[in-house]
T-cell receptor, first 113, second 117 residues
Framework: GENVEQHPSTLSVQEGDSAVIKCTYS??????FPWYKQELGKRPQLIID?????GEKKDQRIAVTLNKTAKHFSLHITETQPEDSAVYFC????????????FGTGTQLKVEL | GAVVSQHPSWVICKSGTSVKIECRSL??????MFWYRQFPKQSLMLMAT?????????EQGVEKDKFLINHASLTLSTLTVTSAHPEDSSFYIC?????????????FGPGTRLTVT
């Protein structure tokens, strides 16, 4: 089955700096790659996603890049703010079966003042 | 987005008892339901997948006789933790999916915090 690895497990940045989180996946059939932000005790919140037919997608301060050949994708957050502090998960899904997601191990992002 | 509710939001039960968690998709029909478990400071781990009207498919290592899943309608699924033990204490999250609503995006319930004493 699909295996998703995520790095780093913790990331501390100064407010205003950029943060980058990287994920790799194992199954070349995966075609959908969402990123979630999860605050303590809450459900995961979709912040951006990318499909396999696109190499990059941007939404204001957040961007995701996908390299299908290398089977890795990255989340980029620019101009970080304290409210960006949370745990971020990448995920990958293979078409069919209701789009079962395989999650990465998570990154605890801390934005310091 | 989609409206998904889960009940209860938190529950404390004694070891050996059973707990039922309900998940409802309020504004769309969920043809597939995923149930995840999340231990503290860990990722979401898929427990099982169910399609409306059929038996659930469990992931490796998840006991089907301990975690009973019922997906009797397109808007309601239940997860029953039977004979709960302290190691079952976790955050349980449902995720209804519908090819009709959005073939890619998954929606999540708010989660149920289970504590077994």
């Amino acid at each position: 089955g699909e295996n998703v690895e995520q790095h780093p497990s913790t990331l501390s940045v100064q407010e205003g700096d950029s943060a980058v989180i990287k994920c790799t996946y194992s199954d070349s059939a995966s075609n959908y790659f969402p990123w979630y932000k999860q605050e303590l005790g809450k459900r995961p919140q979709l912040i951006i996603d990318i499909r396999s037919n696109v190499g990059e997608k941007k939404d204001q301060r957040i961007a995701v890049t996908l390299n299908k050949t290398a089977k890795h994708f990255s989340l980029h957050i620019t101009e970080t703010q304290p409210e960006d502090s949370a745990v971020y998960f990448c995920a990958a899904s293979i078409p069919g079966g209701g789009n079962k997601l395989t999650f990465g191990t998570g990154t605890q992002l801390k934005v310091e003042l | 987005g989609a409206v998904v509710s889960q009940h209860p939001s938190w529950v404390i039960c004694k070891s050996g008892t059973s707990v039922k968690i309900e998940c409802r998709s309020l504004d769309f029909q969920a043809t597939t339901m995923f149930w995840y478990r999340q231990f503290p400071k860990q990722s979401l781990m898929l427990m099982a997948t169910s399609n409306e009207g059929s038996k659930a498919t469990y992931e490796q290592g998840v006991e089907k006789d301990k975690f009973l899943i019922n997906h009797a309608s397109l808007t309601l699924s239940t997860l029953t933790v039977t004979s709960a033990h302290p190691e079952d204490s976790s955050f349980y999250i449902c995720s209804p999916s519908s090819q009709g609503k959005n073939p890619y995006e998954q929606y999540f319930g708010p989660g149920t915090r289970l504590t077994v004493t």
